[in-house]
């Protein structure tokens, strides 16, 4: 999936080139990007003033914020579907009730009902108000969502191997578009430092502002059919148009009915 650059010194500034010292949201640290910017308009400087990255992120980090993002949303529509069919008020979600007052509420349910209902409730509660995740059925939706990344079914996301382990795995996520400007990407081809960088340059350049010393540099390269399809994956999210249905196709088969019977 990487070209073998460990012979090499430099690794060049090209479409599917990985750097360091990137920035996406909720994500604090250990963030690298993947140029998405092609070749021939980095090749010819003066198409183009930025150069795009998607973040990168470790996948134990990924499972530590976004997985759980994910799982929530899905455990908080879950409970919304039980008020739902019980006709219960969703400003429970807002106002969170005791477990007694919401047993009150389901009064009229059978034991088995009312047990369910109180159980997932009550996750809830442990993961919106506590931030308490050890639950058996929010571990499920974690879960969930992991295979889901795995097989390549989150179109938000796309799962690839660490350059540097054959055990460690690291997440591209696919809508968060970046930018750096191309005069000072190609300064990560031999290297930059971040003392380097003036506060007007973190303001117009997506990098990791840090009083630490963080060099940026280019790692490694993703090389062909692999960056493509992670391009043909990026785009899916933007290029996806949803249109009404154009034709009432229960009315036309029927209206042709008879015409497709004398075929």
Request: overall charge positive; glycine content about 4%.
């Amino acid at each position: 999936m990487y070209v073998n650059n460990k012979n090499s010194k430099h690794v060049p500034l090209q479409q599917g080139t990985i750097i360091n010292g990137c920035i996406t949201e909720y994500y604090n640290r250990d963030v690298w990007g993947v140029i998405i910017t092609p070749r021939c308009d980095i090749d010819n400087g003066g198409k183009v003033s930025t150069i795009h990255y998607l973040p990168i992120v470790s996948l134990e980090d990924w499972m530590k914020v976004d997985c759980i993002s994910i799982a929530t949303d899905k455990l908080r529509k879950k409970v919304k579907t039980l008020l739902d069919r019980y006709q219960i008020s969703e400003n429970i979600l807002v106002h969170i009730i005791s477990q007694d007052d919401f047993a009150l509420l389901l009064q009229d349910l059978s034991k088995k009902e009312r047990h369910m209902a109180i159980a997932l409730y009550n996750t809830y509660v442990s993961v919106i108000k506590n931030k308490d995740y050890s639950s058996s059925d929010f571990k499920k939706l974690c879960d969930e969502e992991l295979k889901e990344l795995c097989k390549g079914k989150n179109n938000r996301f796309y799962l690839i191997k660490h350059w540097d382990s054959t055990d460690q795995y690291n997440v591209i996520i696919l809508r968060d578009i970046r930018k750096i400007s191309l005069n000072l990407a190609l300064k990560f081809v031999n290297g930059y430092r971040n003392n380097n960088l003036s506060e007007e340059a973190y303001y117009c350049n997506d990098l990791f502002n840090t009083e630490q010393k963080l060099y940026f540099k280019t790692i490694t390269q993703i090389v062909s059919p692999y960056i493509e399809h992670i391009i043909q994956a990026f785009s899916h999210n933007f290029c996806r148009i949803g249109v009404e249905n154009l034709f009432d196709h229960e009315t036309i088969i029927k209206n042709y009915k008879k015409q497709i019977s004398q075929l």
